[in-house]
């Protein structure tokens, strides 16, 4: 992850408006049924991880102590080491590993966007479904659907095939255009 | 930084430029590909057909085939 080229860190940086899929990370627990203490607040201004909106409503880390106000102070000093390019890749690295990027935003990019395997959940669940509707259809078919009608039937439906050719239909191109009237068979 | 100006303006046009004479260019091509492999020899199957055909022929085969509710095969 953090073998960046000074060109990819460019495109990193400038694609956090790009919206790729909404992994939402948000504070409030999405599956916390008996833990009522995790609810957050939602009058008050949210932090959350997310590609498609990037930039939260608040910092990570709302209540700073004396120590990160200082931190915060030298956030304004490094930023013009930007004004090389070579530099962006070390600079990078840094601002990840760094209390001034943390404080700010609970995870990186990288972070973020790191593949869950939900979709072997999802894709295994399907299966699943289908399989099972498999089954519900195969009993349907032998408890529940009547007996054939006897148009159904060979003999019926092979007069039903002379009857047509009798008729000529689709002379030209079509059914009857395929029969040798001459010789009684299929061309 | 010193990274050169992105082109801010023009963007549709740009790509529209590159894309629409192709877009044209397709089209007509199915458009021809349709005409010359299935309508023209579909008309030529119906005239080659409608060339030999014998209408009063076809209707005594029908007839004694016995398909014909108001006209019954000569046998009967």
Same mark, same amino acid.
């Given at each position: 992850m953090l073998h960046l080229t000074a060109g990819h860190v460019g495109g990193l940086l400038s $694609? $956090? /408006?790009? +919206? +790729?899929?909404s992994s939402s990370n948000v504070k #409030? +627990?999405?599956?916390?049924?008996?833990?009522?203490? &995790?609810? +957050? !607040? #939602?009058?008050v201004p949210m932090y959350w991880d997310r590609l498609d909106t990037?930039?939260? !409503?608040?910092?990570? @880390? !709302?209540t700073l102590s004396s120590a990160d106000k200082s931190l915060k102070q030298k956030?304004?000093?490094?930023? %013009? %080491?930007?004004? @090389? &390019? &070579?530099k962006l890749a070390c600079w990078y690295f840094f601002l990840i590993r760094s209390s001034v990027y943390r404080m700010t935003f609970k995870e990186s990019f990288a972070e973020m966007k @790191?593949?869950? /395997?939900e979709w072997k959940t999802v894709v295994g669940g399907i299966f699943f479904f289908i399989g099972f509707t498999g089954l519900v259809v195969l009993w349907q078919r032998y408890y529940v659907y009547p007996p054939h009608p006897r148009t159904l039937d060979e003999e019926w439906q092979a007069m039903q095939v002379k009857r047509m050719l009798d008729m000529k239909v689709?002379?030209? &191109?079509g059914f009857s255009a395929k029969w040798d009237y001459e010789k009684g068979q299929w061309k | 930084m010193s990274l050169p100006k992105p082109a801010m303006r023009g963007l549709l046009a740009k790509r529209l430029r590159f894309h629409l004479p192709i877009a044209f260019a397709l089209s007509i091509v199915a458009a021809a590909a349709f005409k010359y492999a299935v309508t023209e020899p579909r008309k030529q199957a119906y005239a080659d057909f409608y060339k030999q055909y014998d209408a009063m022929k076809e209707f005594n085969a029908m007839k004694e085939a016995g398909i014909f509710q108001s006209v019954r095969p000569s046998g009967e």
């Open positions: $694609r $956090r /408006g790009v +919206a +790729a899929f #409030m +627990a999405s599956h916390g049924h008996g833990e009522v203490t &995790e609810q +957050a !607040d #939602m009058s990037p930039l939260p !409503d608040r910092p990570y @880390k !709302d956030e304004k000093g490094p930023w %013009n %080491n930007l004004s @090389k &390019e &070579e @790191k593949p869950t /395997g689709n002379p030209v &191109e | -």
